[in-house]
């Protein structure tokens, strides 16, 4: 290995290993905090400092008291069926903008990704009176709706690029065998975009797991709140129990990185896809 | 196997709907109230709870539920809730004053001029004095709750080792100032980086120089801010900042963080509501924790302090006002307004509890506020919203840059112009 080259590899170690430790410090902070009693947290302004006595009463606290038990279950009835459906939809709505000439197919796509540029936070209110008219407020079929059709404008997006790689002869040998279009779609195009999905929906979950706005503004009930909402309550006007907080978190954090570790694989697969190309 | 694992998910789904749909029935024969609770601070929760319970356990028909909302992002929610029909609840958390009033005044709440009983009136339940921040329009629309004093906070054993005595003129409180400086202590702690730790320095200075009226003329935006009195209120602050007395780097701490310095004795006095207690769980400290009154500076002003006083309304759309305004009574019962207040060592509002029931600090704070003359909110309880985001802000910059004080009056009076005017 010549010098330069050493240097080269020495320096981007270097940056990369600063760079990881600085996205690692908050995790830091959560995790001496979660350890934490709230007369430590109070008195001692050294936060970085290592907790004096390692116990996990916080973490029971949090599932118990907190009410996490609760959150958690209502994180996944919202989170699954909206991944499922936005996956759903969108790689039906990807196939019909990938493989069929029709009119406006390019306004639609244009719309598609157009929304997808609107904040969130712009249609809180219109979103919010929607969901009263409906008579959807404070269910959770409301949040779900919301999220499938929210996350349907990059879904779309990124599956009709993917789809589009698919030949098409492909398609119309099955068409020639007397195949009907909703079977080519079961049977030739899904199980082709199986990594696209699968990287997309590793994305969506993470993302609807982690929402707290929707949660928020579509929910009242304390019982159907998701784990986001949930252990924000949990911040008072003057106190907060940080210490709960920070156990809660972590127990909600570990959810989405267990779906990212066990479906990793495809989600690399997936993201390499569109880039051999 | 995939079908399978799919189809699994897709019963547990259903079988989550039908037990949520099912739980939603059981309850539908009894008398509904839906609370939405700003108290999400631990301690406030879970007597509020226990106060459900009790009425629960009394009233075995009623079934009363609390969704209780971060604290900062209730404030904005609660605009969405009012105005809907489908979404009010029966029962909001809010704030005596400024805040009750603003939502009265846009038609979105319900009088409460029924729930007293037979013959009975506000005045039955609660003081006079009461009545300007719970009455609008000639009609009731404000249940009190709680209320909580501020003070100069001090530990006792710190003020015993130098020998300082509670401070009660100005001049006073400045030679406790210098006393601690010269021992190595801080004078004065404070956080700032939410900012209405200084709002209080600002209402306090106002009230000792120029009274509660002006103050309050002030706050509903008939007063200019550039007007010569309001300068004082910064000028006299300035001393107290060229002096050094303020602990350093304040805008990075929270108020709790700031309330650190006070409890490790690394700094001797902080101006702070009564729930600063809340934050001790070491009974050490607590014991040894301690309040004065903010100095007189000058004798001839009318004595005013600090009340924040908060309690609970009906909105206009609440989907079931009759057991709400149940509940409400239940509220405003001796028995109710008691079992809050000891808690959580709050004064309740309820007039007919006696002093002597109280601990001894909340007796000392109960005696302070009945030998004042005037009793106000809070800067950011008493004016607009709008008013005080943007008046805060400046007030936190005098800290930090005190050299501006003409700037910052007249960014004040811009913001005065454009909500009032």
């Given at each position: 290995?010549?010098?330069?080259?050493?240097?080269?590899?020495?320096?981007?170690?270097?940056?990369?290993?600063?760079?990881?430790?600085?996205?690692?410090?908050?995790?830091?902070?959560?995790?001496?905090?979660?350890?934490?009693?709230?007369?430590?947290?109070?008195?001692?302004?050294?936060?970085?400092?290592?907790?004096?006595?390692?116990?996990?009463?916080?973490?029971?606290?949090?599932?118990?008291?907190?009410?996490?038990?609760?959150?958690?279950?209502?994180?996944?009835?919202?989170?699954?069926?909206?991944?499922?459906?936005?996956?759903?939809?969108?790689?039906?709505?990807?196939?019909?903008?990938?493989?069929?000439?029709?009119?406006?197919?390019?306004?639609?796509?244009?719309?598609?990704?157009?929304?997808?540029?609107?904040?969130?936070?712009?249609?809180?209110?219109?979103?919010?009176?929607?969901?009263?008219?409906?008579?959807?407020?404070?269910?959770?079929?409301?949040?779900?709706?919301?999220?499938?059709?929210?996350?349907?404008?990059?879904?779309?997006?990124?599956?009709?690029?993917?789809?589009?790689?698919?030949?098409?002869?492909?398609?119309?040998?099955?068409?020639?065998?007397?195949?009907?279009?909703?079977?080519?779609?079961?049977?030739?195009?899904?199980?082709?975009?199986?990594?696209?999905?699968?990287?997309?929906?590793?994305?969506?979950?993470?993302?609807?797991?982690?929402?707290?706005?929707?949660?928020?503004?579509?929910?009242?009930?304390?019982?159907?709140?998701?784990?986001?909402?949930?252990?924000?309550?949990?911040?008072?006007?003057?106190?907060?129990?940080?210490?709960?907080?920070?156990?809660?978190?972590?127990?909600?954090?570990?959810?989405?990185?267990?779906?990212?570790?066990?479906?990793?694989?495809?989600?690399?697969?997936?993201?390499?896809?569109?880039?051999?190309? | 196997?995939?079908?399978?694992?799919?189809?699994?998910?897709?019963?547990?789904?259903?079988?989550?709907?039908?037990?949520?749909?099912?739980?939603?029935?059981?309850?539908?024969?009894?008398?509904?109230?839906?609370?939405?609770?700003?108290?999400?601070?631990?301690?406030?929760?879970?007597?509020?709870?226990?106060?459900?319970?009790?009425?629960?356990?009394?009233?075995?028909?009623?079934?009363?539920?609390?969704?209780?909302?971060?604290?900062?992002?209730?404030?904005?929610?609660?605009?969405?809730?009012?105005?809907?029909?489908?979404?009010?609840?029966?029962?909001?958390?809010?704030?005596?004053?400024?805040?009750?009033?603003?939502?009265?005044?846009?038609?979105?709440?319900?009088?409460?001029?029924?729930?007293?009983?037979?013959?009975?009136?506000?005045?039955?339940?609660?003081?006079?004095?009461?009545?300007?921040?719970?009455?609008?329009?000639?009609?009731?629309?404000?249940?009190?709750?709680?209320?909580?004093?501020?003070?100069f906070w001090y530990r006792e054993s710190v003020f015993d080792k130098l020998?300082l005595?509670e401070p009660?003129?100005?001049?006073?409180f400045?030679d406790v100032c210098e006393k601690l400086k010269e021992n190595g202590y801080t004078p004065i702690s404070i956080?700032?980086?939410?900012?209405?730790?200084?709002?209080?320095?600002?209402?306090?200075?106002?009230?000792?120089?120029?009274?509660?009226?002006?103050?309050?003329?002030?706050?509903?935006?008939?007063?200019?801010?550039?007007?010569?009195?309001?300068?004082?209120?910064?000028?006299?602050?300035?001393?107290l900042?060229?002096?050094?007395y303020f602990l350093?780097?304040?805008?990075?701490?929270?108020?709790?963080?700031?309330?650190?310095f006070l409890f490790n004795k690394e700094a001797g006095m902080y101006l702070?509501?009564?729930?600063?207690?809340?934050?001790?769980?070491?009974?050490?400290?607590?014991?040894?924790l301690n309040?004065f009154?903010?100095?007189?500076?000058?004798?001839?002003?009318?004595?005013?302090?600090?009340?924040?006083?908060?309690?609970?309304?009906?909105?206009?759309?609440?989907?079931?006002?009759?057991?709400?305004?149940?509940?409400?009574?239940?509220?405003?019962?001796?028995?109710?307004?008691?079992?809050?207040?000891?808690?959580?060592?709050?004064?309740?509002?309820?007039?007919?509890?006696?002093?002597?029931?109280?601990?001894?600090?909340?007796?000392?704070?109960?005696?302070?506020?009945?030998?004042?003359?005037?009793?106000?909110?809070?800067?950011?309880?008493?004016?607009?919203?709008?008013?005080?985001?943007?008046?805060?802000?400046?007030?936190?910059?005098?800290?930090?840059?005190?050299?501006?004080?003409?700037?910052?009056?007249?960014?004040?009076?811009?913001?005065?112009?454009?909500?009032?005017?």
């Amino acid at each position: 290995m010549s010098k330069r080259r050493v240097l080269w590899i020495g320096s981007f170690y270097l940056i990369a290993i600063v760079i990881s430790l600085l996205w690692l410090f908050p995790l830091f902070i959560a995790g001496t905090t979660a350890f934490k009693s709230m007369n430590e947290i109070v008195q001692n302004i050294y936060w970085w400092n290592l907790p004096d006595e390692f116990t996990f009463q916080y973490f029971a606290e949090a599932w118990n008291q907190g009410g996490m038990s609760r959150y958690f279950l209502n994180s996944f009835i919202i989170t699954v069926p909206s991944v499922v459906g936005a996956l759903f939809l969108s790689a039906l709505g990807g196939f019909a903008l990938a493989k069929y000439r029709f009119k406006y197919n390019k306004l639609i796509l244009g719309i598609f990704i157009a929304g997808n540029m609107i904040p969130f936070q712009m249609m809180m209110f219109p979103v919010f009176e929607i969901s009263n008219v409906l008579g959807l407020y404070d269910t959770y079929l409301a949040v779900i709706l919301f999220h499938v059709s929210f996350q349907m404008g990059f879904c779309i997006f990124f599956l009709r690029n993917f789809i589009r790689t698919i030949p098409t002869d492909l398609l119309d040998a099955a068409r020639v065998d007397g195949s009907s279009e909703f079977r080519i779609f079961l049977q030739i195009v899904l199980p082709l975009t199986k990594p696209a999905l699968a990287a997309l929906g590793i994305l969506e979950f993470t993302w609807i797991w982690n929402d707290y706005l929707w949660g928020l503004v579509l929910l009242a009930s304390d019982n159907l709140r998701p784990v986001t909402v949930g252990l924000v309550s949990l911040q008072g006007e003057y106190l907060s129990k940080w210490n709960i907080i920070s156990a809660g978190s972590l127990i909600a954090a570990a959810v989405p990185l267990i779906v990212f570790l066990v479906f990793q694989r495809y989600f690399i697969q997936g993201l390499m896809m569109g880039a051999s190309k | 196997m995939k079908k399978l694992s799919s189809s699994l998910i897709v019963s547990v789904l259903v079988i989550s709907f039908v037990i949520g749909i099912s739980l939603a029935g059981l309850a539908a024969d009894k008398k509904k109230v839906v609370i939405n609770s700003y108290m999400a601070d631990p301690a406030p929760k879970e007597t509020l709870k226990q106060l459900v319970n009790r009425f629960e356990e009394e009233h075995p028909d009623f079934d009363v539920t609390i969704n209780t909302y971060p604290h900062e992002d209730y404030k904005t929610l609660i605009r969405t809730w009012l105005p809907s029909k489908k979404a009010s609840p029966d029962i909001v958390t809010w704030f005596a004053g400024e805040r009750a009033n603003t939502f009265v005044d846009k038609g979105l709440m319900m009088p409460l001029d029924d729930i007293w009983g037979e013959g009975k009136s506000f005045e039955d339940y609660f003081p006079k004095a009461f009545k300007s921040i719970s009455q609008f329009e000639g009609e009731t629309y404000f249940l009190p709750q709680s209320w909580y004093w501020y003070g100069f906070w001090y530990r006792e054993s710190v003020f015993d080792k130098l020998n300082l005595e509670e401070p009660v003129t100005w001049k006073q409180f400045l030679d406790v100032c210098e006393k601690l400086k010269e021992n190595g202590y801080t004078p004065i702690s404070i956080g700032s980086k939410f900012r209405w730790t200084a709002a209080a320095w600002f209402d306090y200075f106002d009230l000792r120089l120029n009274g509660a009226d002006f103050h309050m003329k002030l706050m509903k935006g008939e007063v200019k801010y550039t007007n010569p009195k309001v300068k004082d209120v910064f000028e006299k602050w300035k001393v107290l900042l060229d002096r050094g007395y303020f602990l350093d780097d304040h805008t990075s701490y929270s108020w709790q963080e700031g309330a650190k310095f006070l409890f490790n004795k690394e700094a001797g006095m902080y101006l702070m509501g009564q729930f600063i207690q809340d934050v001790v769980s070491d009974e050490k400290v607590k014991k040894d924790l301690n309040f004065f009154r903010f100095p007189i500076i000058d004798a001839s002003v009318p004595i005013a302090e600090e009340t924040p006083t908060d309690g609970y309304m009906i909105p206009k759309n609440a989907p079931h006002p009759e057991a709400a305004k149940e509940f409400m009574h239940y509220l405003a019962t001796q028995q109710s307004q008691w079992f809050f207040a000891d808690n959580l060592n709050r004064i309740a509002a309820n007039r007919n509890i006696e002093e002597t029931n109280y601990g001894p600090l909340v007796q000392k704070g109960l005696r302070m506020i009945n030998r004042s003359d005037k009793v106000t909110q809070f800067y950011d309880r008493d004016t607009k919203p709008a008013m005080a985001d943007k008046a805060m802000d400046q007030i936190v910059k005098f800290m930090v840059n005190p050299g501006q004080i003409d700037q910052i009056l007249q960014a004040m009076e811009a913001q005065r112009k454009k909500v009032f005017e």
